[in-house]
């Protein structure tokens, strides 16, 4: 089979929120950096041996919750009960488009599973096989008999933490979500004093305190990434916000909300051609290794194999109809939002900036760029839906990270309306770049 070759390309946030120069430091912003670039080189790195954009999305988002400094999974704020088993993970996400098909899979209220990213990505695998199988398992079998979760859209609870073990994932202890300065915010947020509480690990008391100074992450980490075969993915990880109701959902697992995937063709209509519905999953019988070696985007060039975790393959990298003349008919436009969950959701805020873009009737189109801008960039929708709340509440504040793949190539955006939004990319020289604010710390 012909694979046209598009060059890889990655941006990463960490979120965004009301962050000064007073409240990051040097010394903080170092370490912020420090991880930022970690990530975007392991995860470019996997591009470059030819991962597919949904492992490399994942494996992007995994690092994230695996680091205590950002607010998902491991790093993930307290709810307002503040007990570390509601602290873990209120919604996780991820969505890919190949051609016209859209595949996208959520999970919220997870707080058993180490990597939840990990859990929306082979939910949405699985997905696949569901959709084929037409199983309905029946007898109350939640992976609807054919091992997966009956292609739906999005899981929660006690329900998806059932799949997660039964597909072999990681399952920690609440505990695991636990960290000190985490706790400290919560306390400071409800002005209390109280003392940590059930299930909180002694050990831990043990660590540094949150001074109530420095600037802890808020908002949702993210990662949009275009392979080699032209596909485009994002994925997304939050804690949600401090403080908030148990069970509150955001805008992270609403699709069109805080995440948008979206692939068109921009030649006129008559001339678009016809193409079979054909699978976008690769189920060859061979081993993993000789995936790796044959097909590079497989998995086993992007995750080692966990002990009782065998995943399933990934999305096929295969060219849009073979040619790189139709890859360049090609648009796609994928974004990832972190902020003020609430205001997202009242605009549907990233599939309104993809629809900017894919049914603007100027001449030439409205790019991603702009489309971001008049969303997430200063007076725009976002801040202008706060309404005479602005300033006062943090609603409206937020922003986004997006690429857009147009003409064959792949091209890093973003905009934020807050004090500054943690994020890496590579800029149009291959210069890797990390900021928070507007201006270079």
Known sequence: MHYSSTKPCLIIHGGAGHITRENLPPKAYARYEATLREIHASTSASLDRGSGALDAATHAVTLFEDCPDFNCAKGAVSDVSGDPSMAANE???????????????????????????????????????????????????????????????????????????????????????????????????????????????????????????????????????????????????????????????????????????????????DMRPMQPARSILARPSMGLNDVAEGLKNMLGDCFPTLNGYSSTSTFEPYALRGSEKHLHDTHAVAVSGTGNGDSFLRLAAARTAGAIVRFSSFSPPCSLASAINQIAGPGGELQRSAGDRWGETGEGEGGMIGIEFVKGEGVPVFDFNCGGMFRCWADEMGKVRVGVFKEDY
């Open 91 to 269: 919604i996780i996400k991820v969505m890919v488009s190949r051609g016209y098909r859209k595949r996208a899979c959520s999970v919220v209220l997870v707080n058993k599973v180490k990597n939840p990213i990990k859990l929306a990505r082979e939910m949405l695998v699985r997905g696949e096989e569901d959709g084929r199988s037409g199983g309905n398992g029946g007898d109350g079998d939640p992976s609807g008999g054919s091992g997966g979760a009956q292609g739906h859209c999005c899981l929660g609870g006690d329900t998806v933490e059932k799949l997660a073990d039964e597909w072999g994932l990681d399952m920690v202890d609440e505990s695991y979500f636990w960290t000190r300065k985490r706790w400290d915010e919560h306390r400071k947020g409800l002005r209390q004093g109280s003392s940590p509480c059930l299930g909180t690990p002694k050990e831990l008391l043990s660590e540094t305190a949150w001074d109530g100074k420095d600037y802890l992450p808020q908002g949702t980490v993210g990662c949009v990434a275009l392979d080699q075969y032209g596909t485009l993915c994002v994925a997304t990880s939050t804690g949600g916000l401090t403080n908030k109701l148990r069970c509150r959902i955001g805008d992270t697992p609403t699709i069109g909300a805080g995440f948008w995937a979206e692939e068109w063709n921009d030649s006129p209509l």
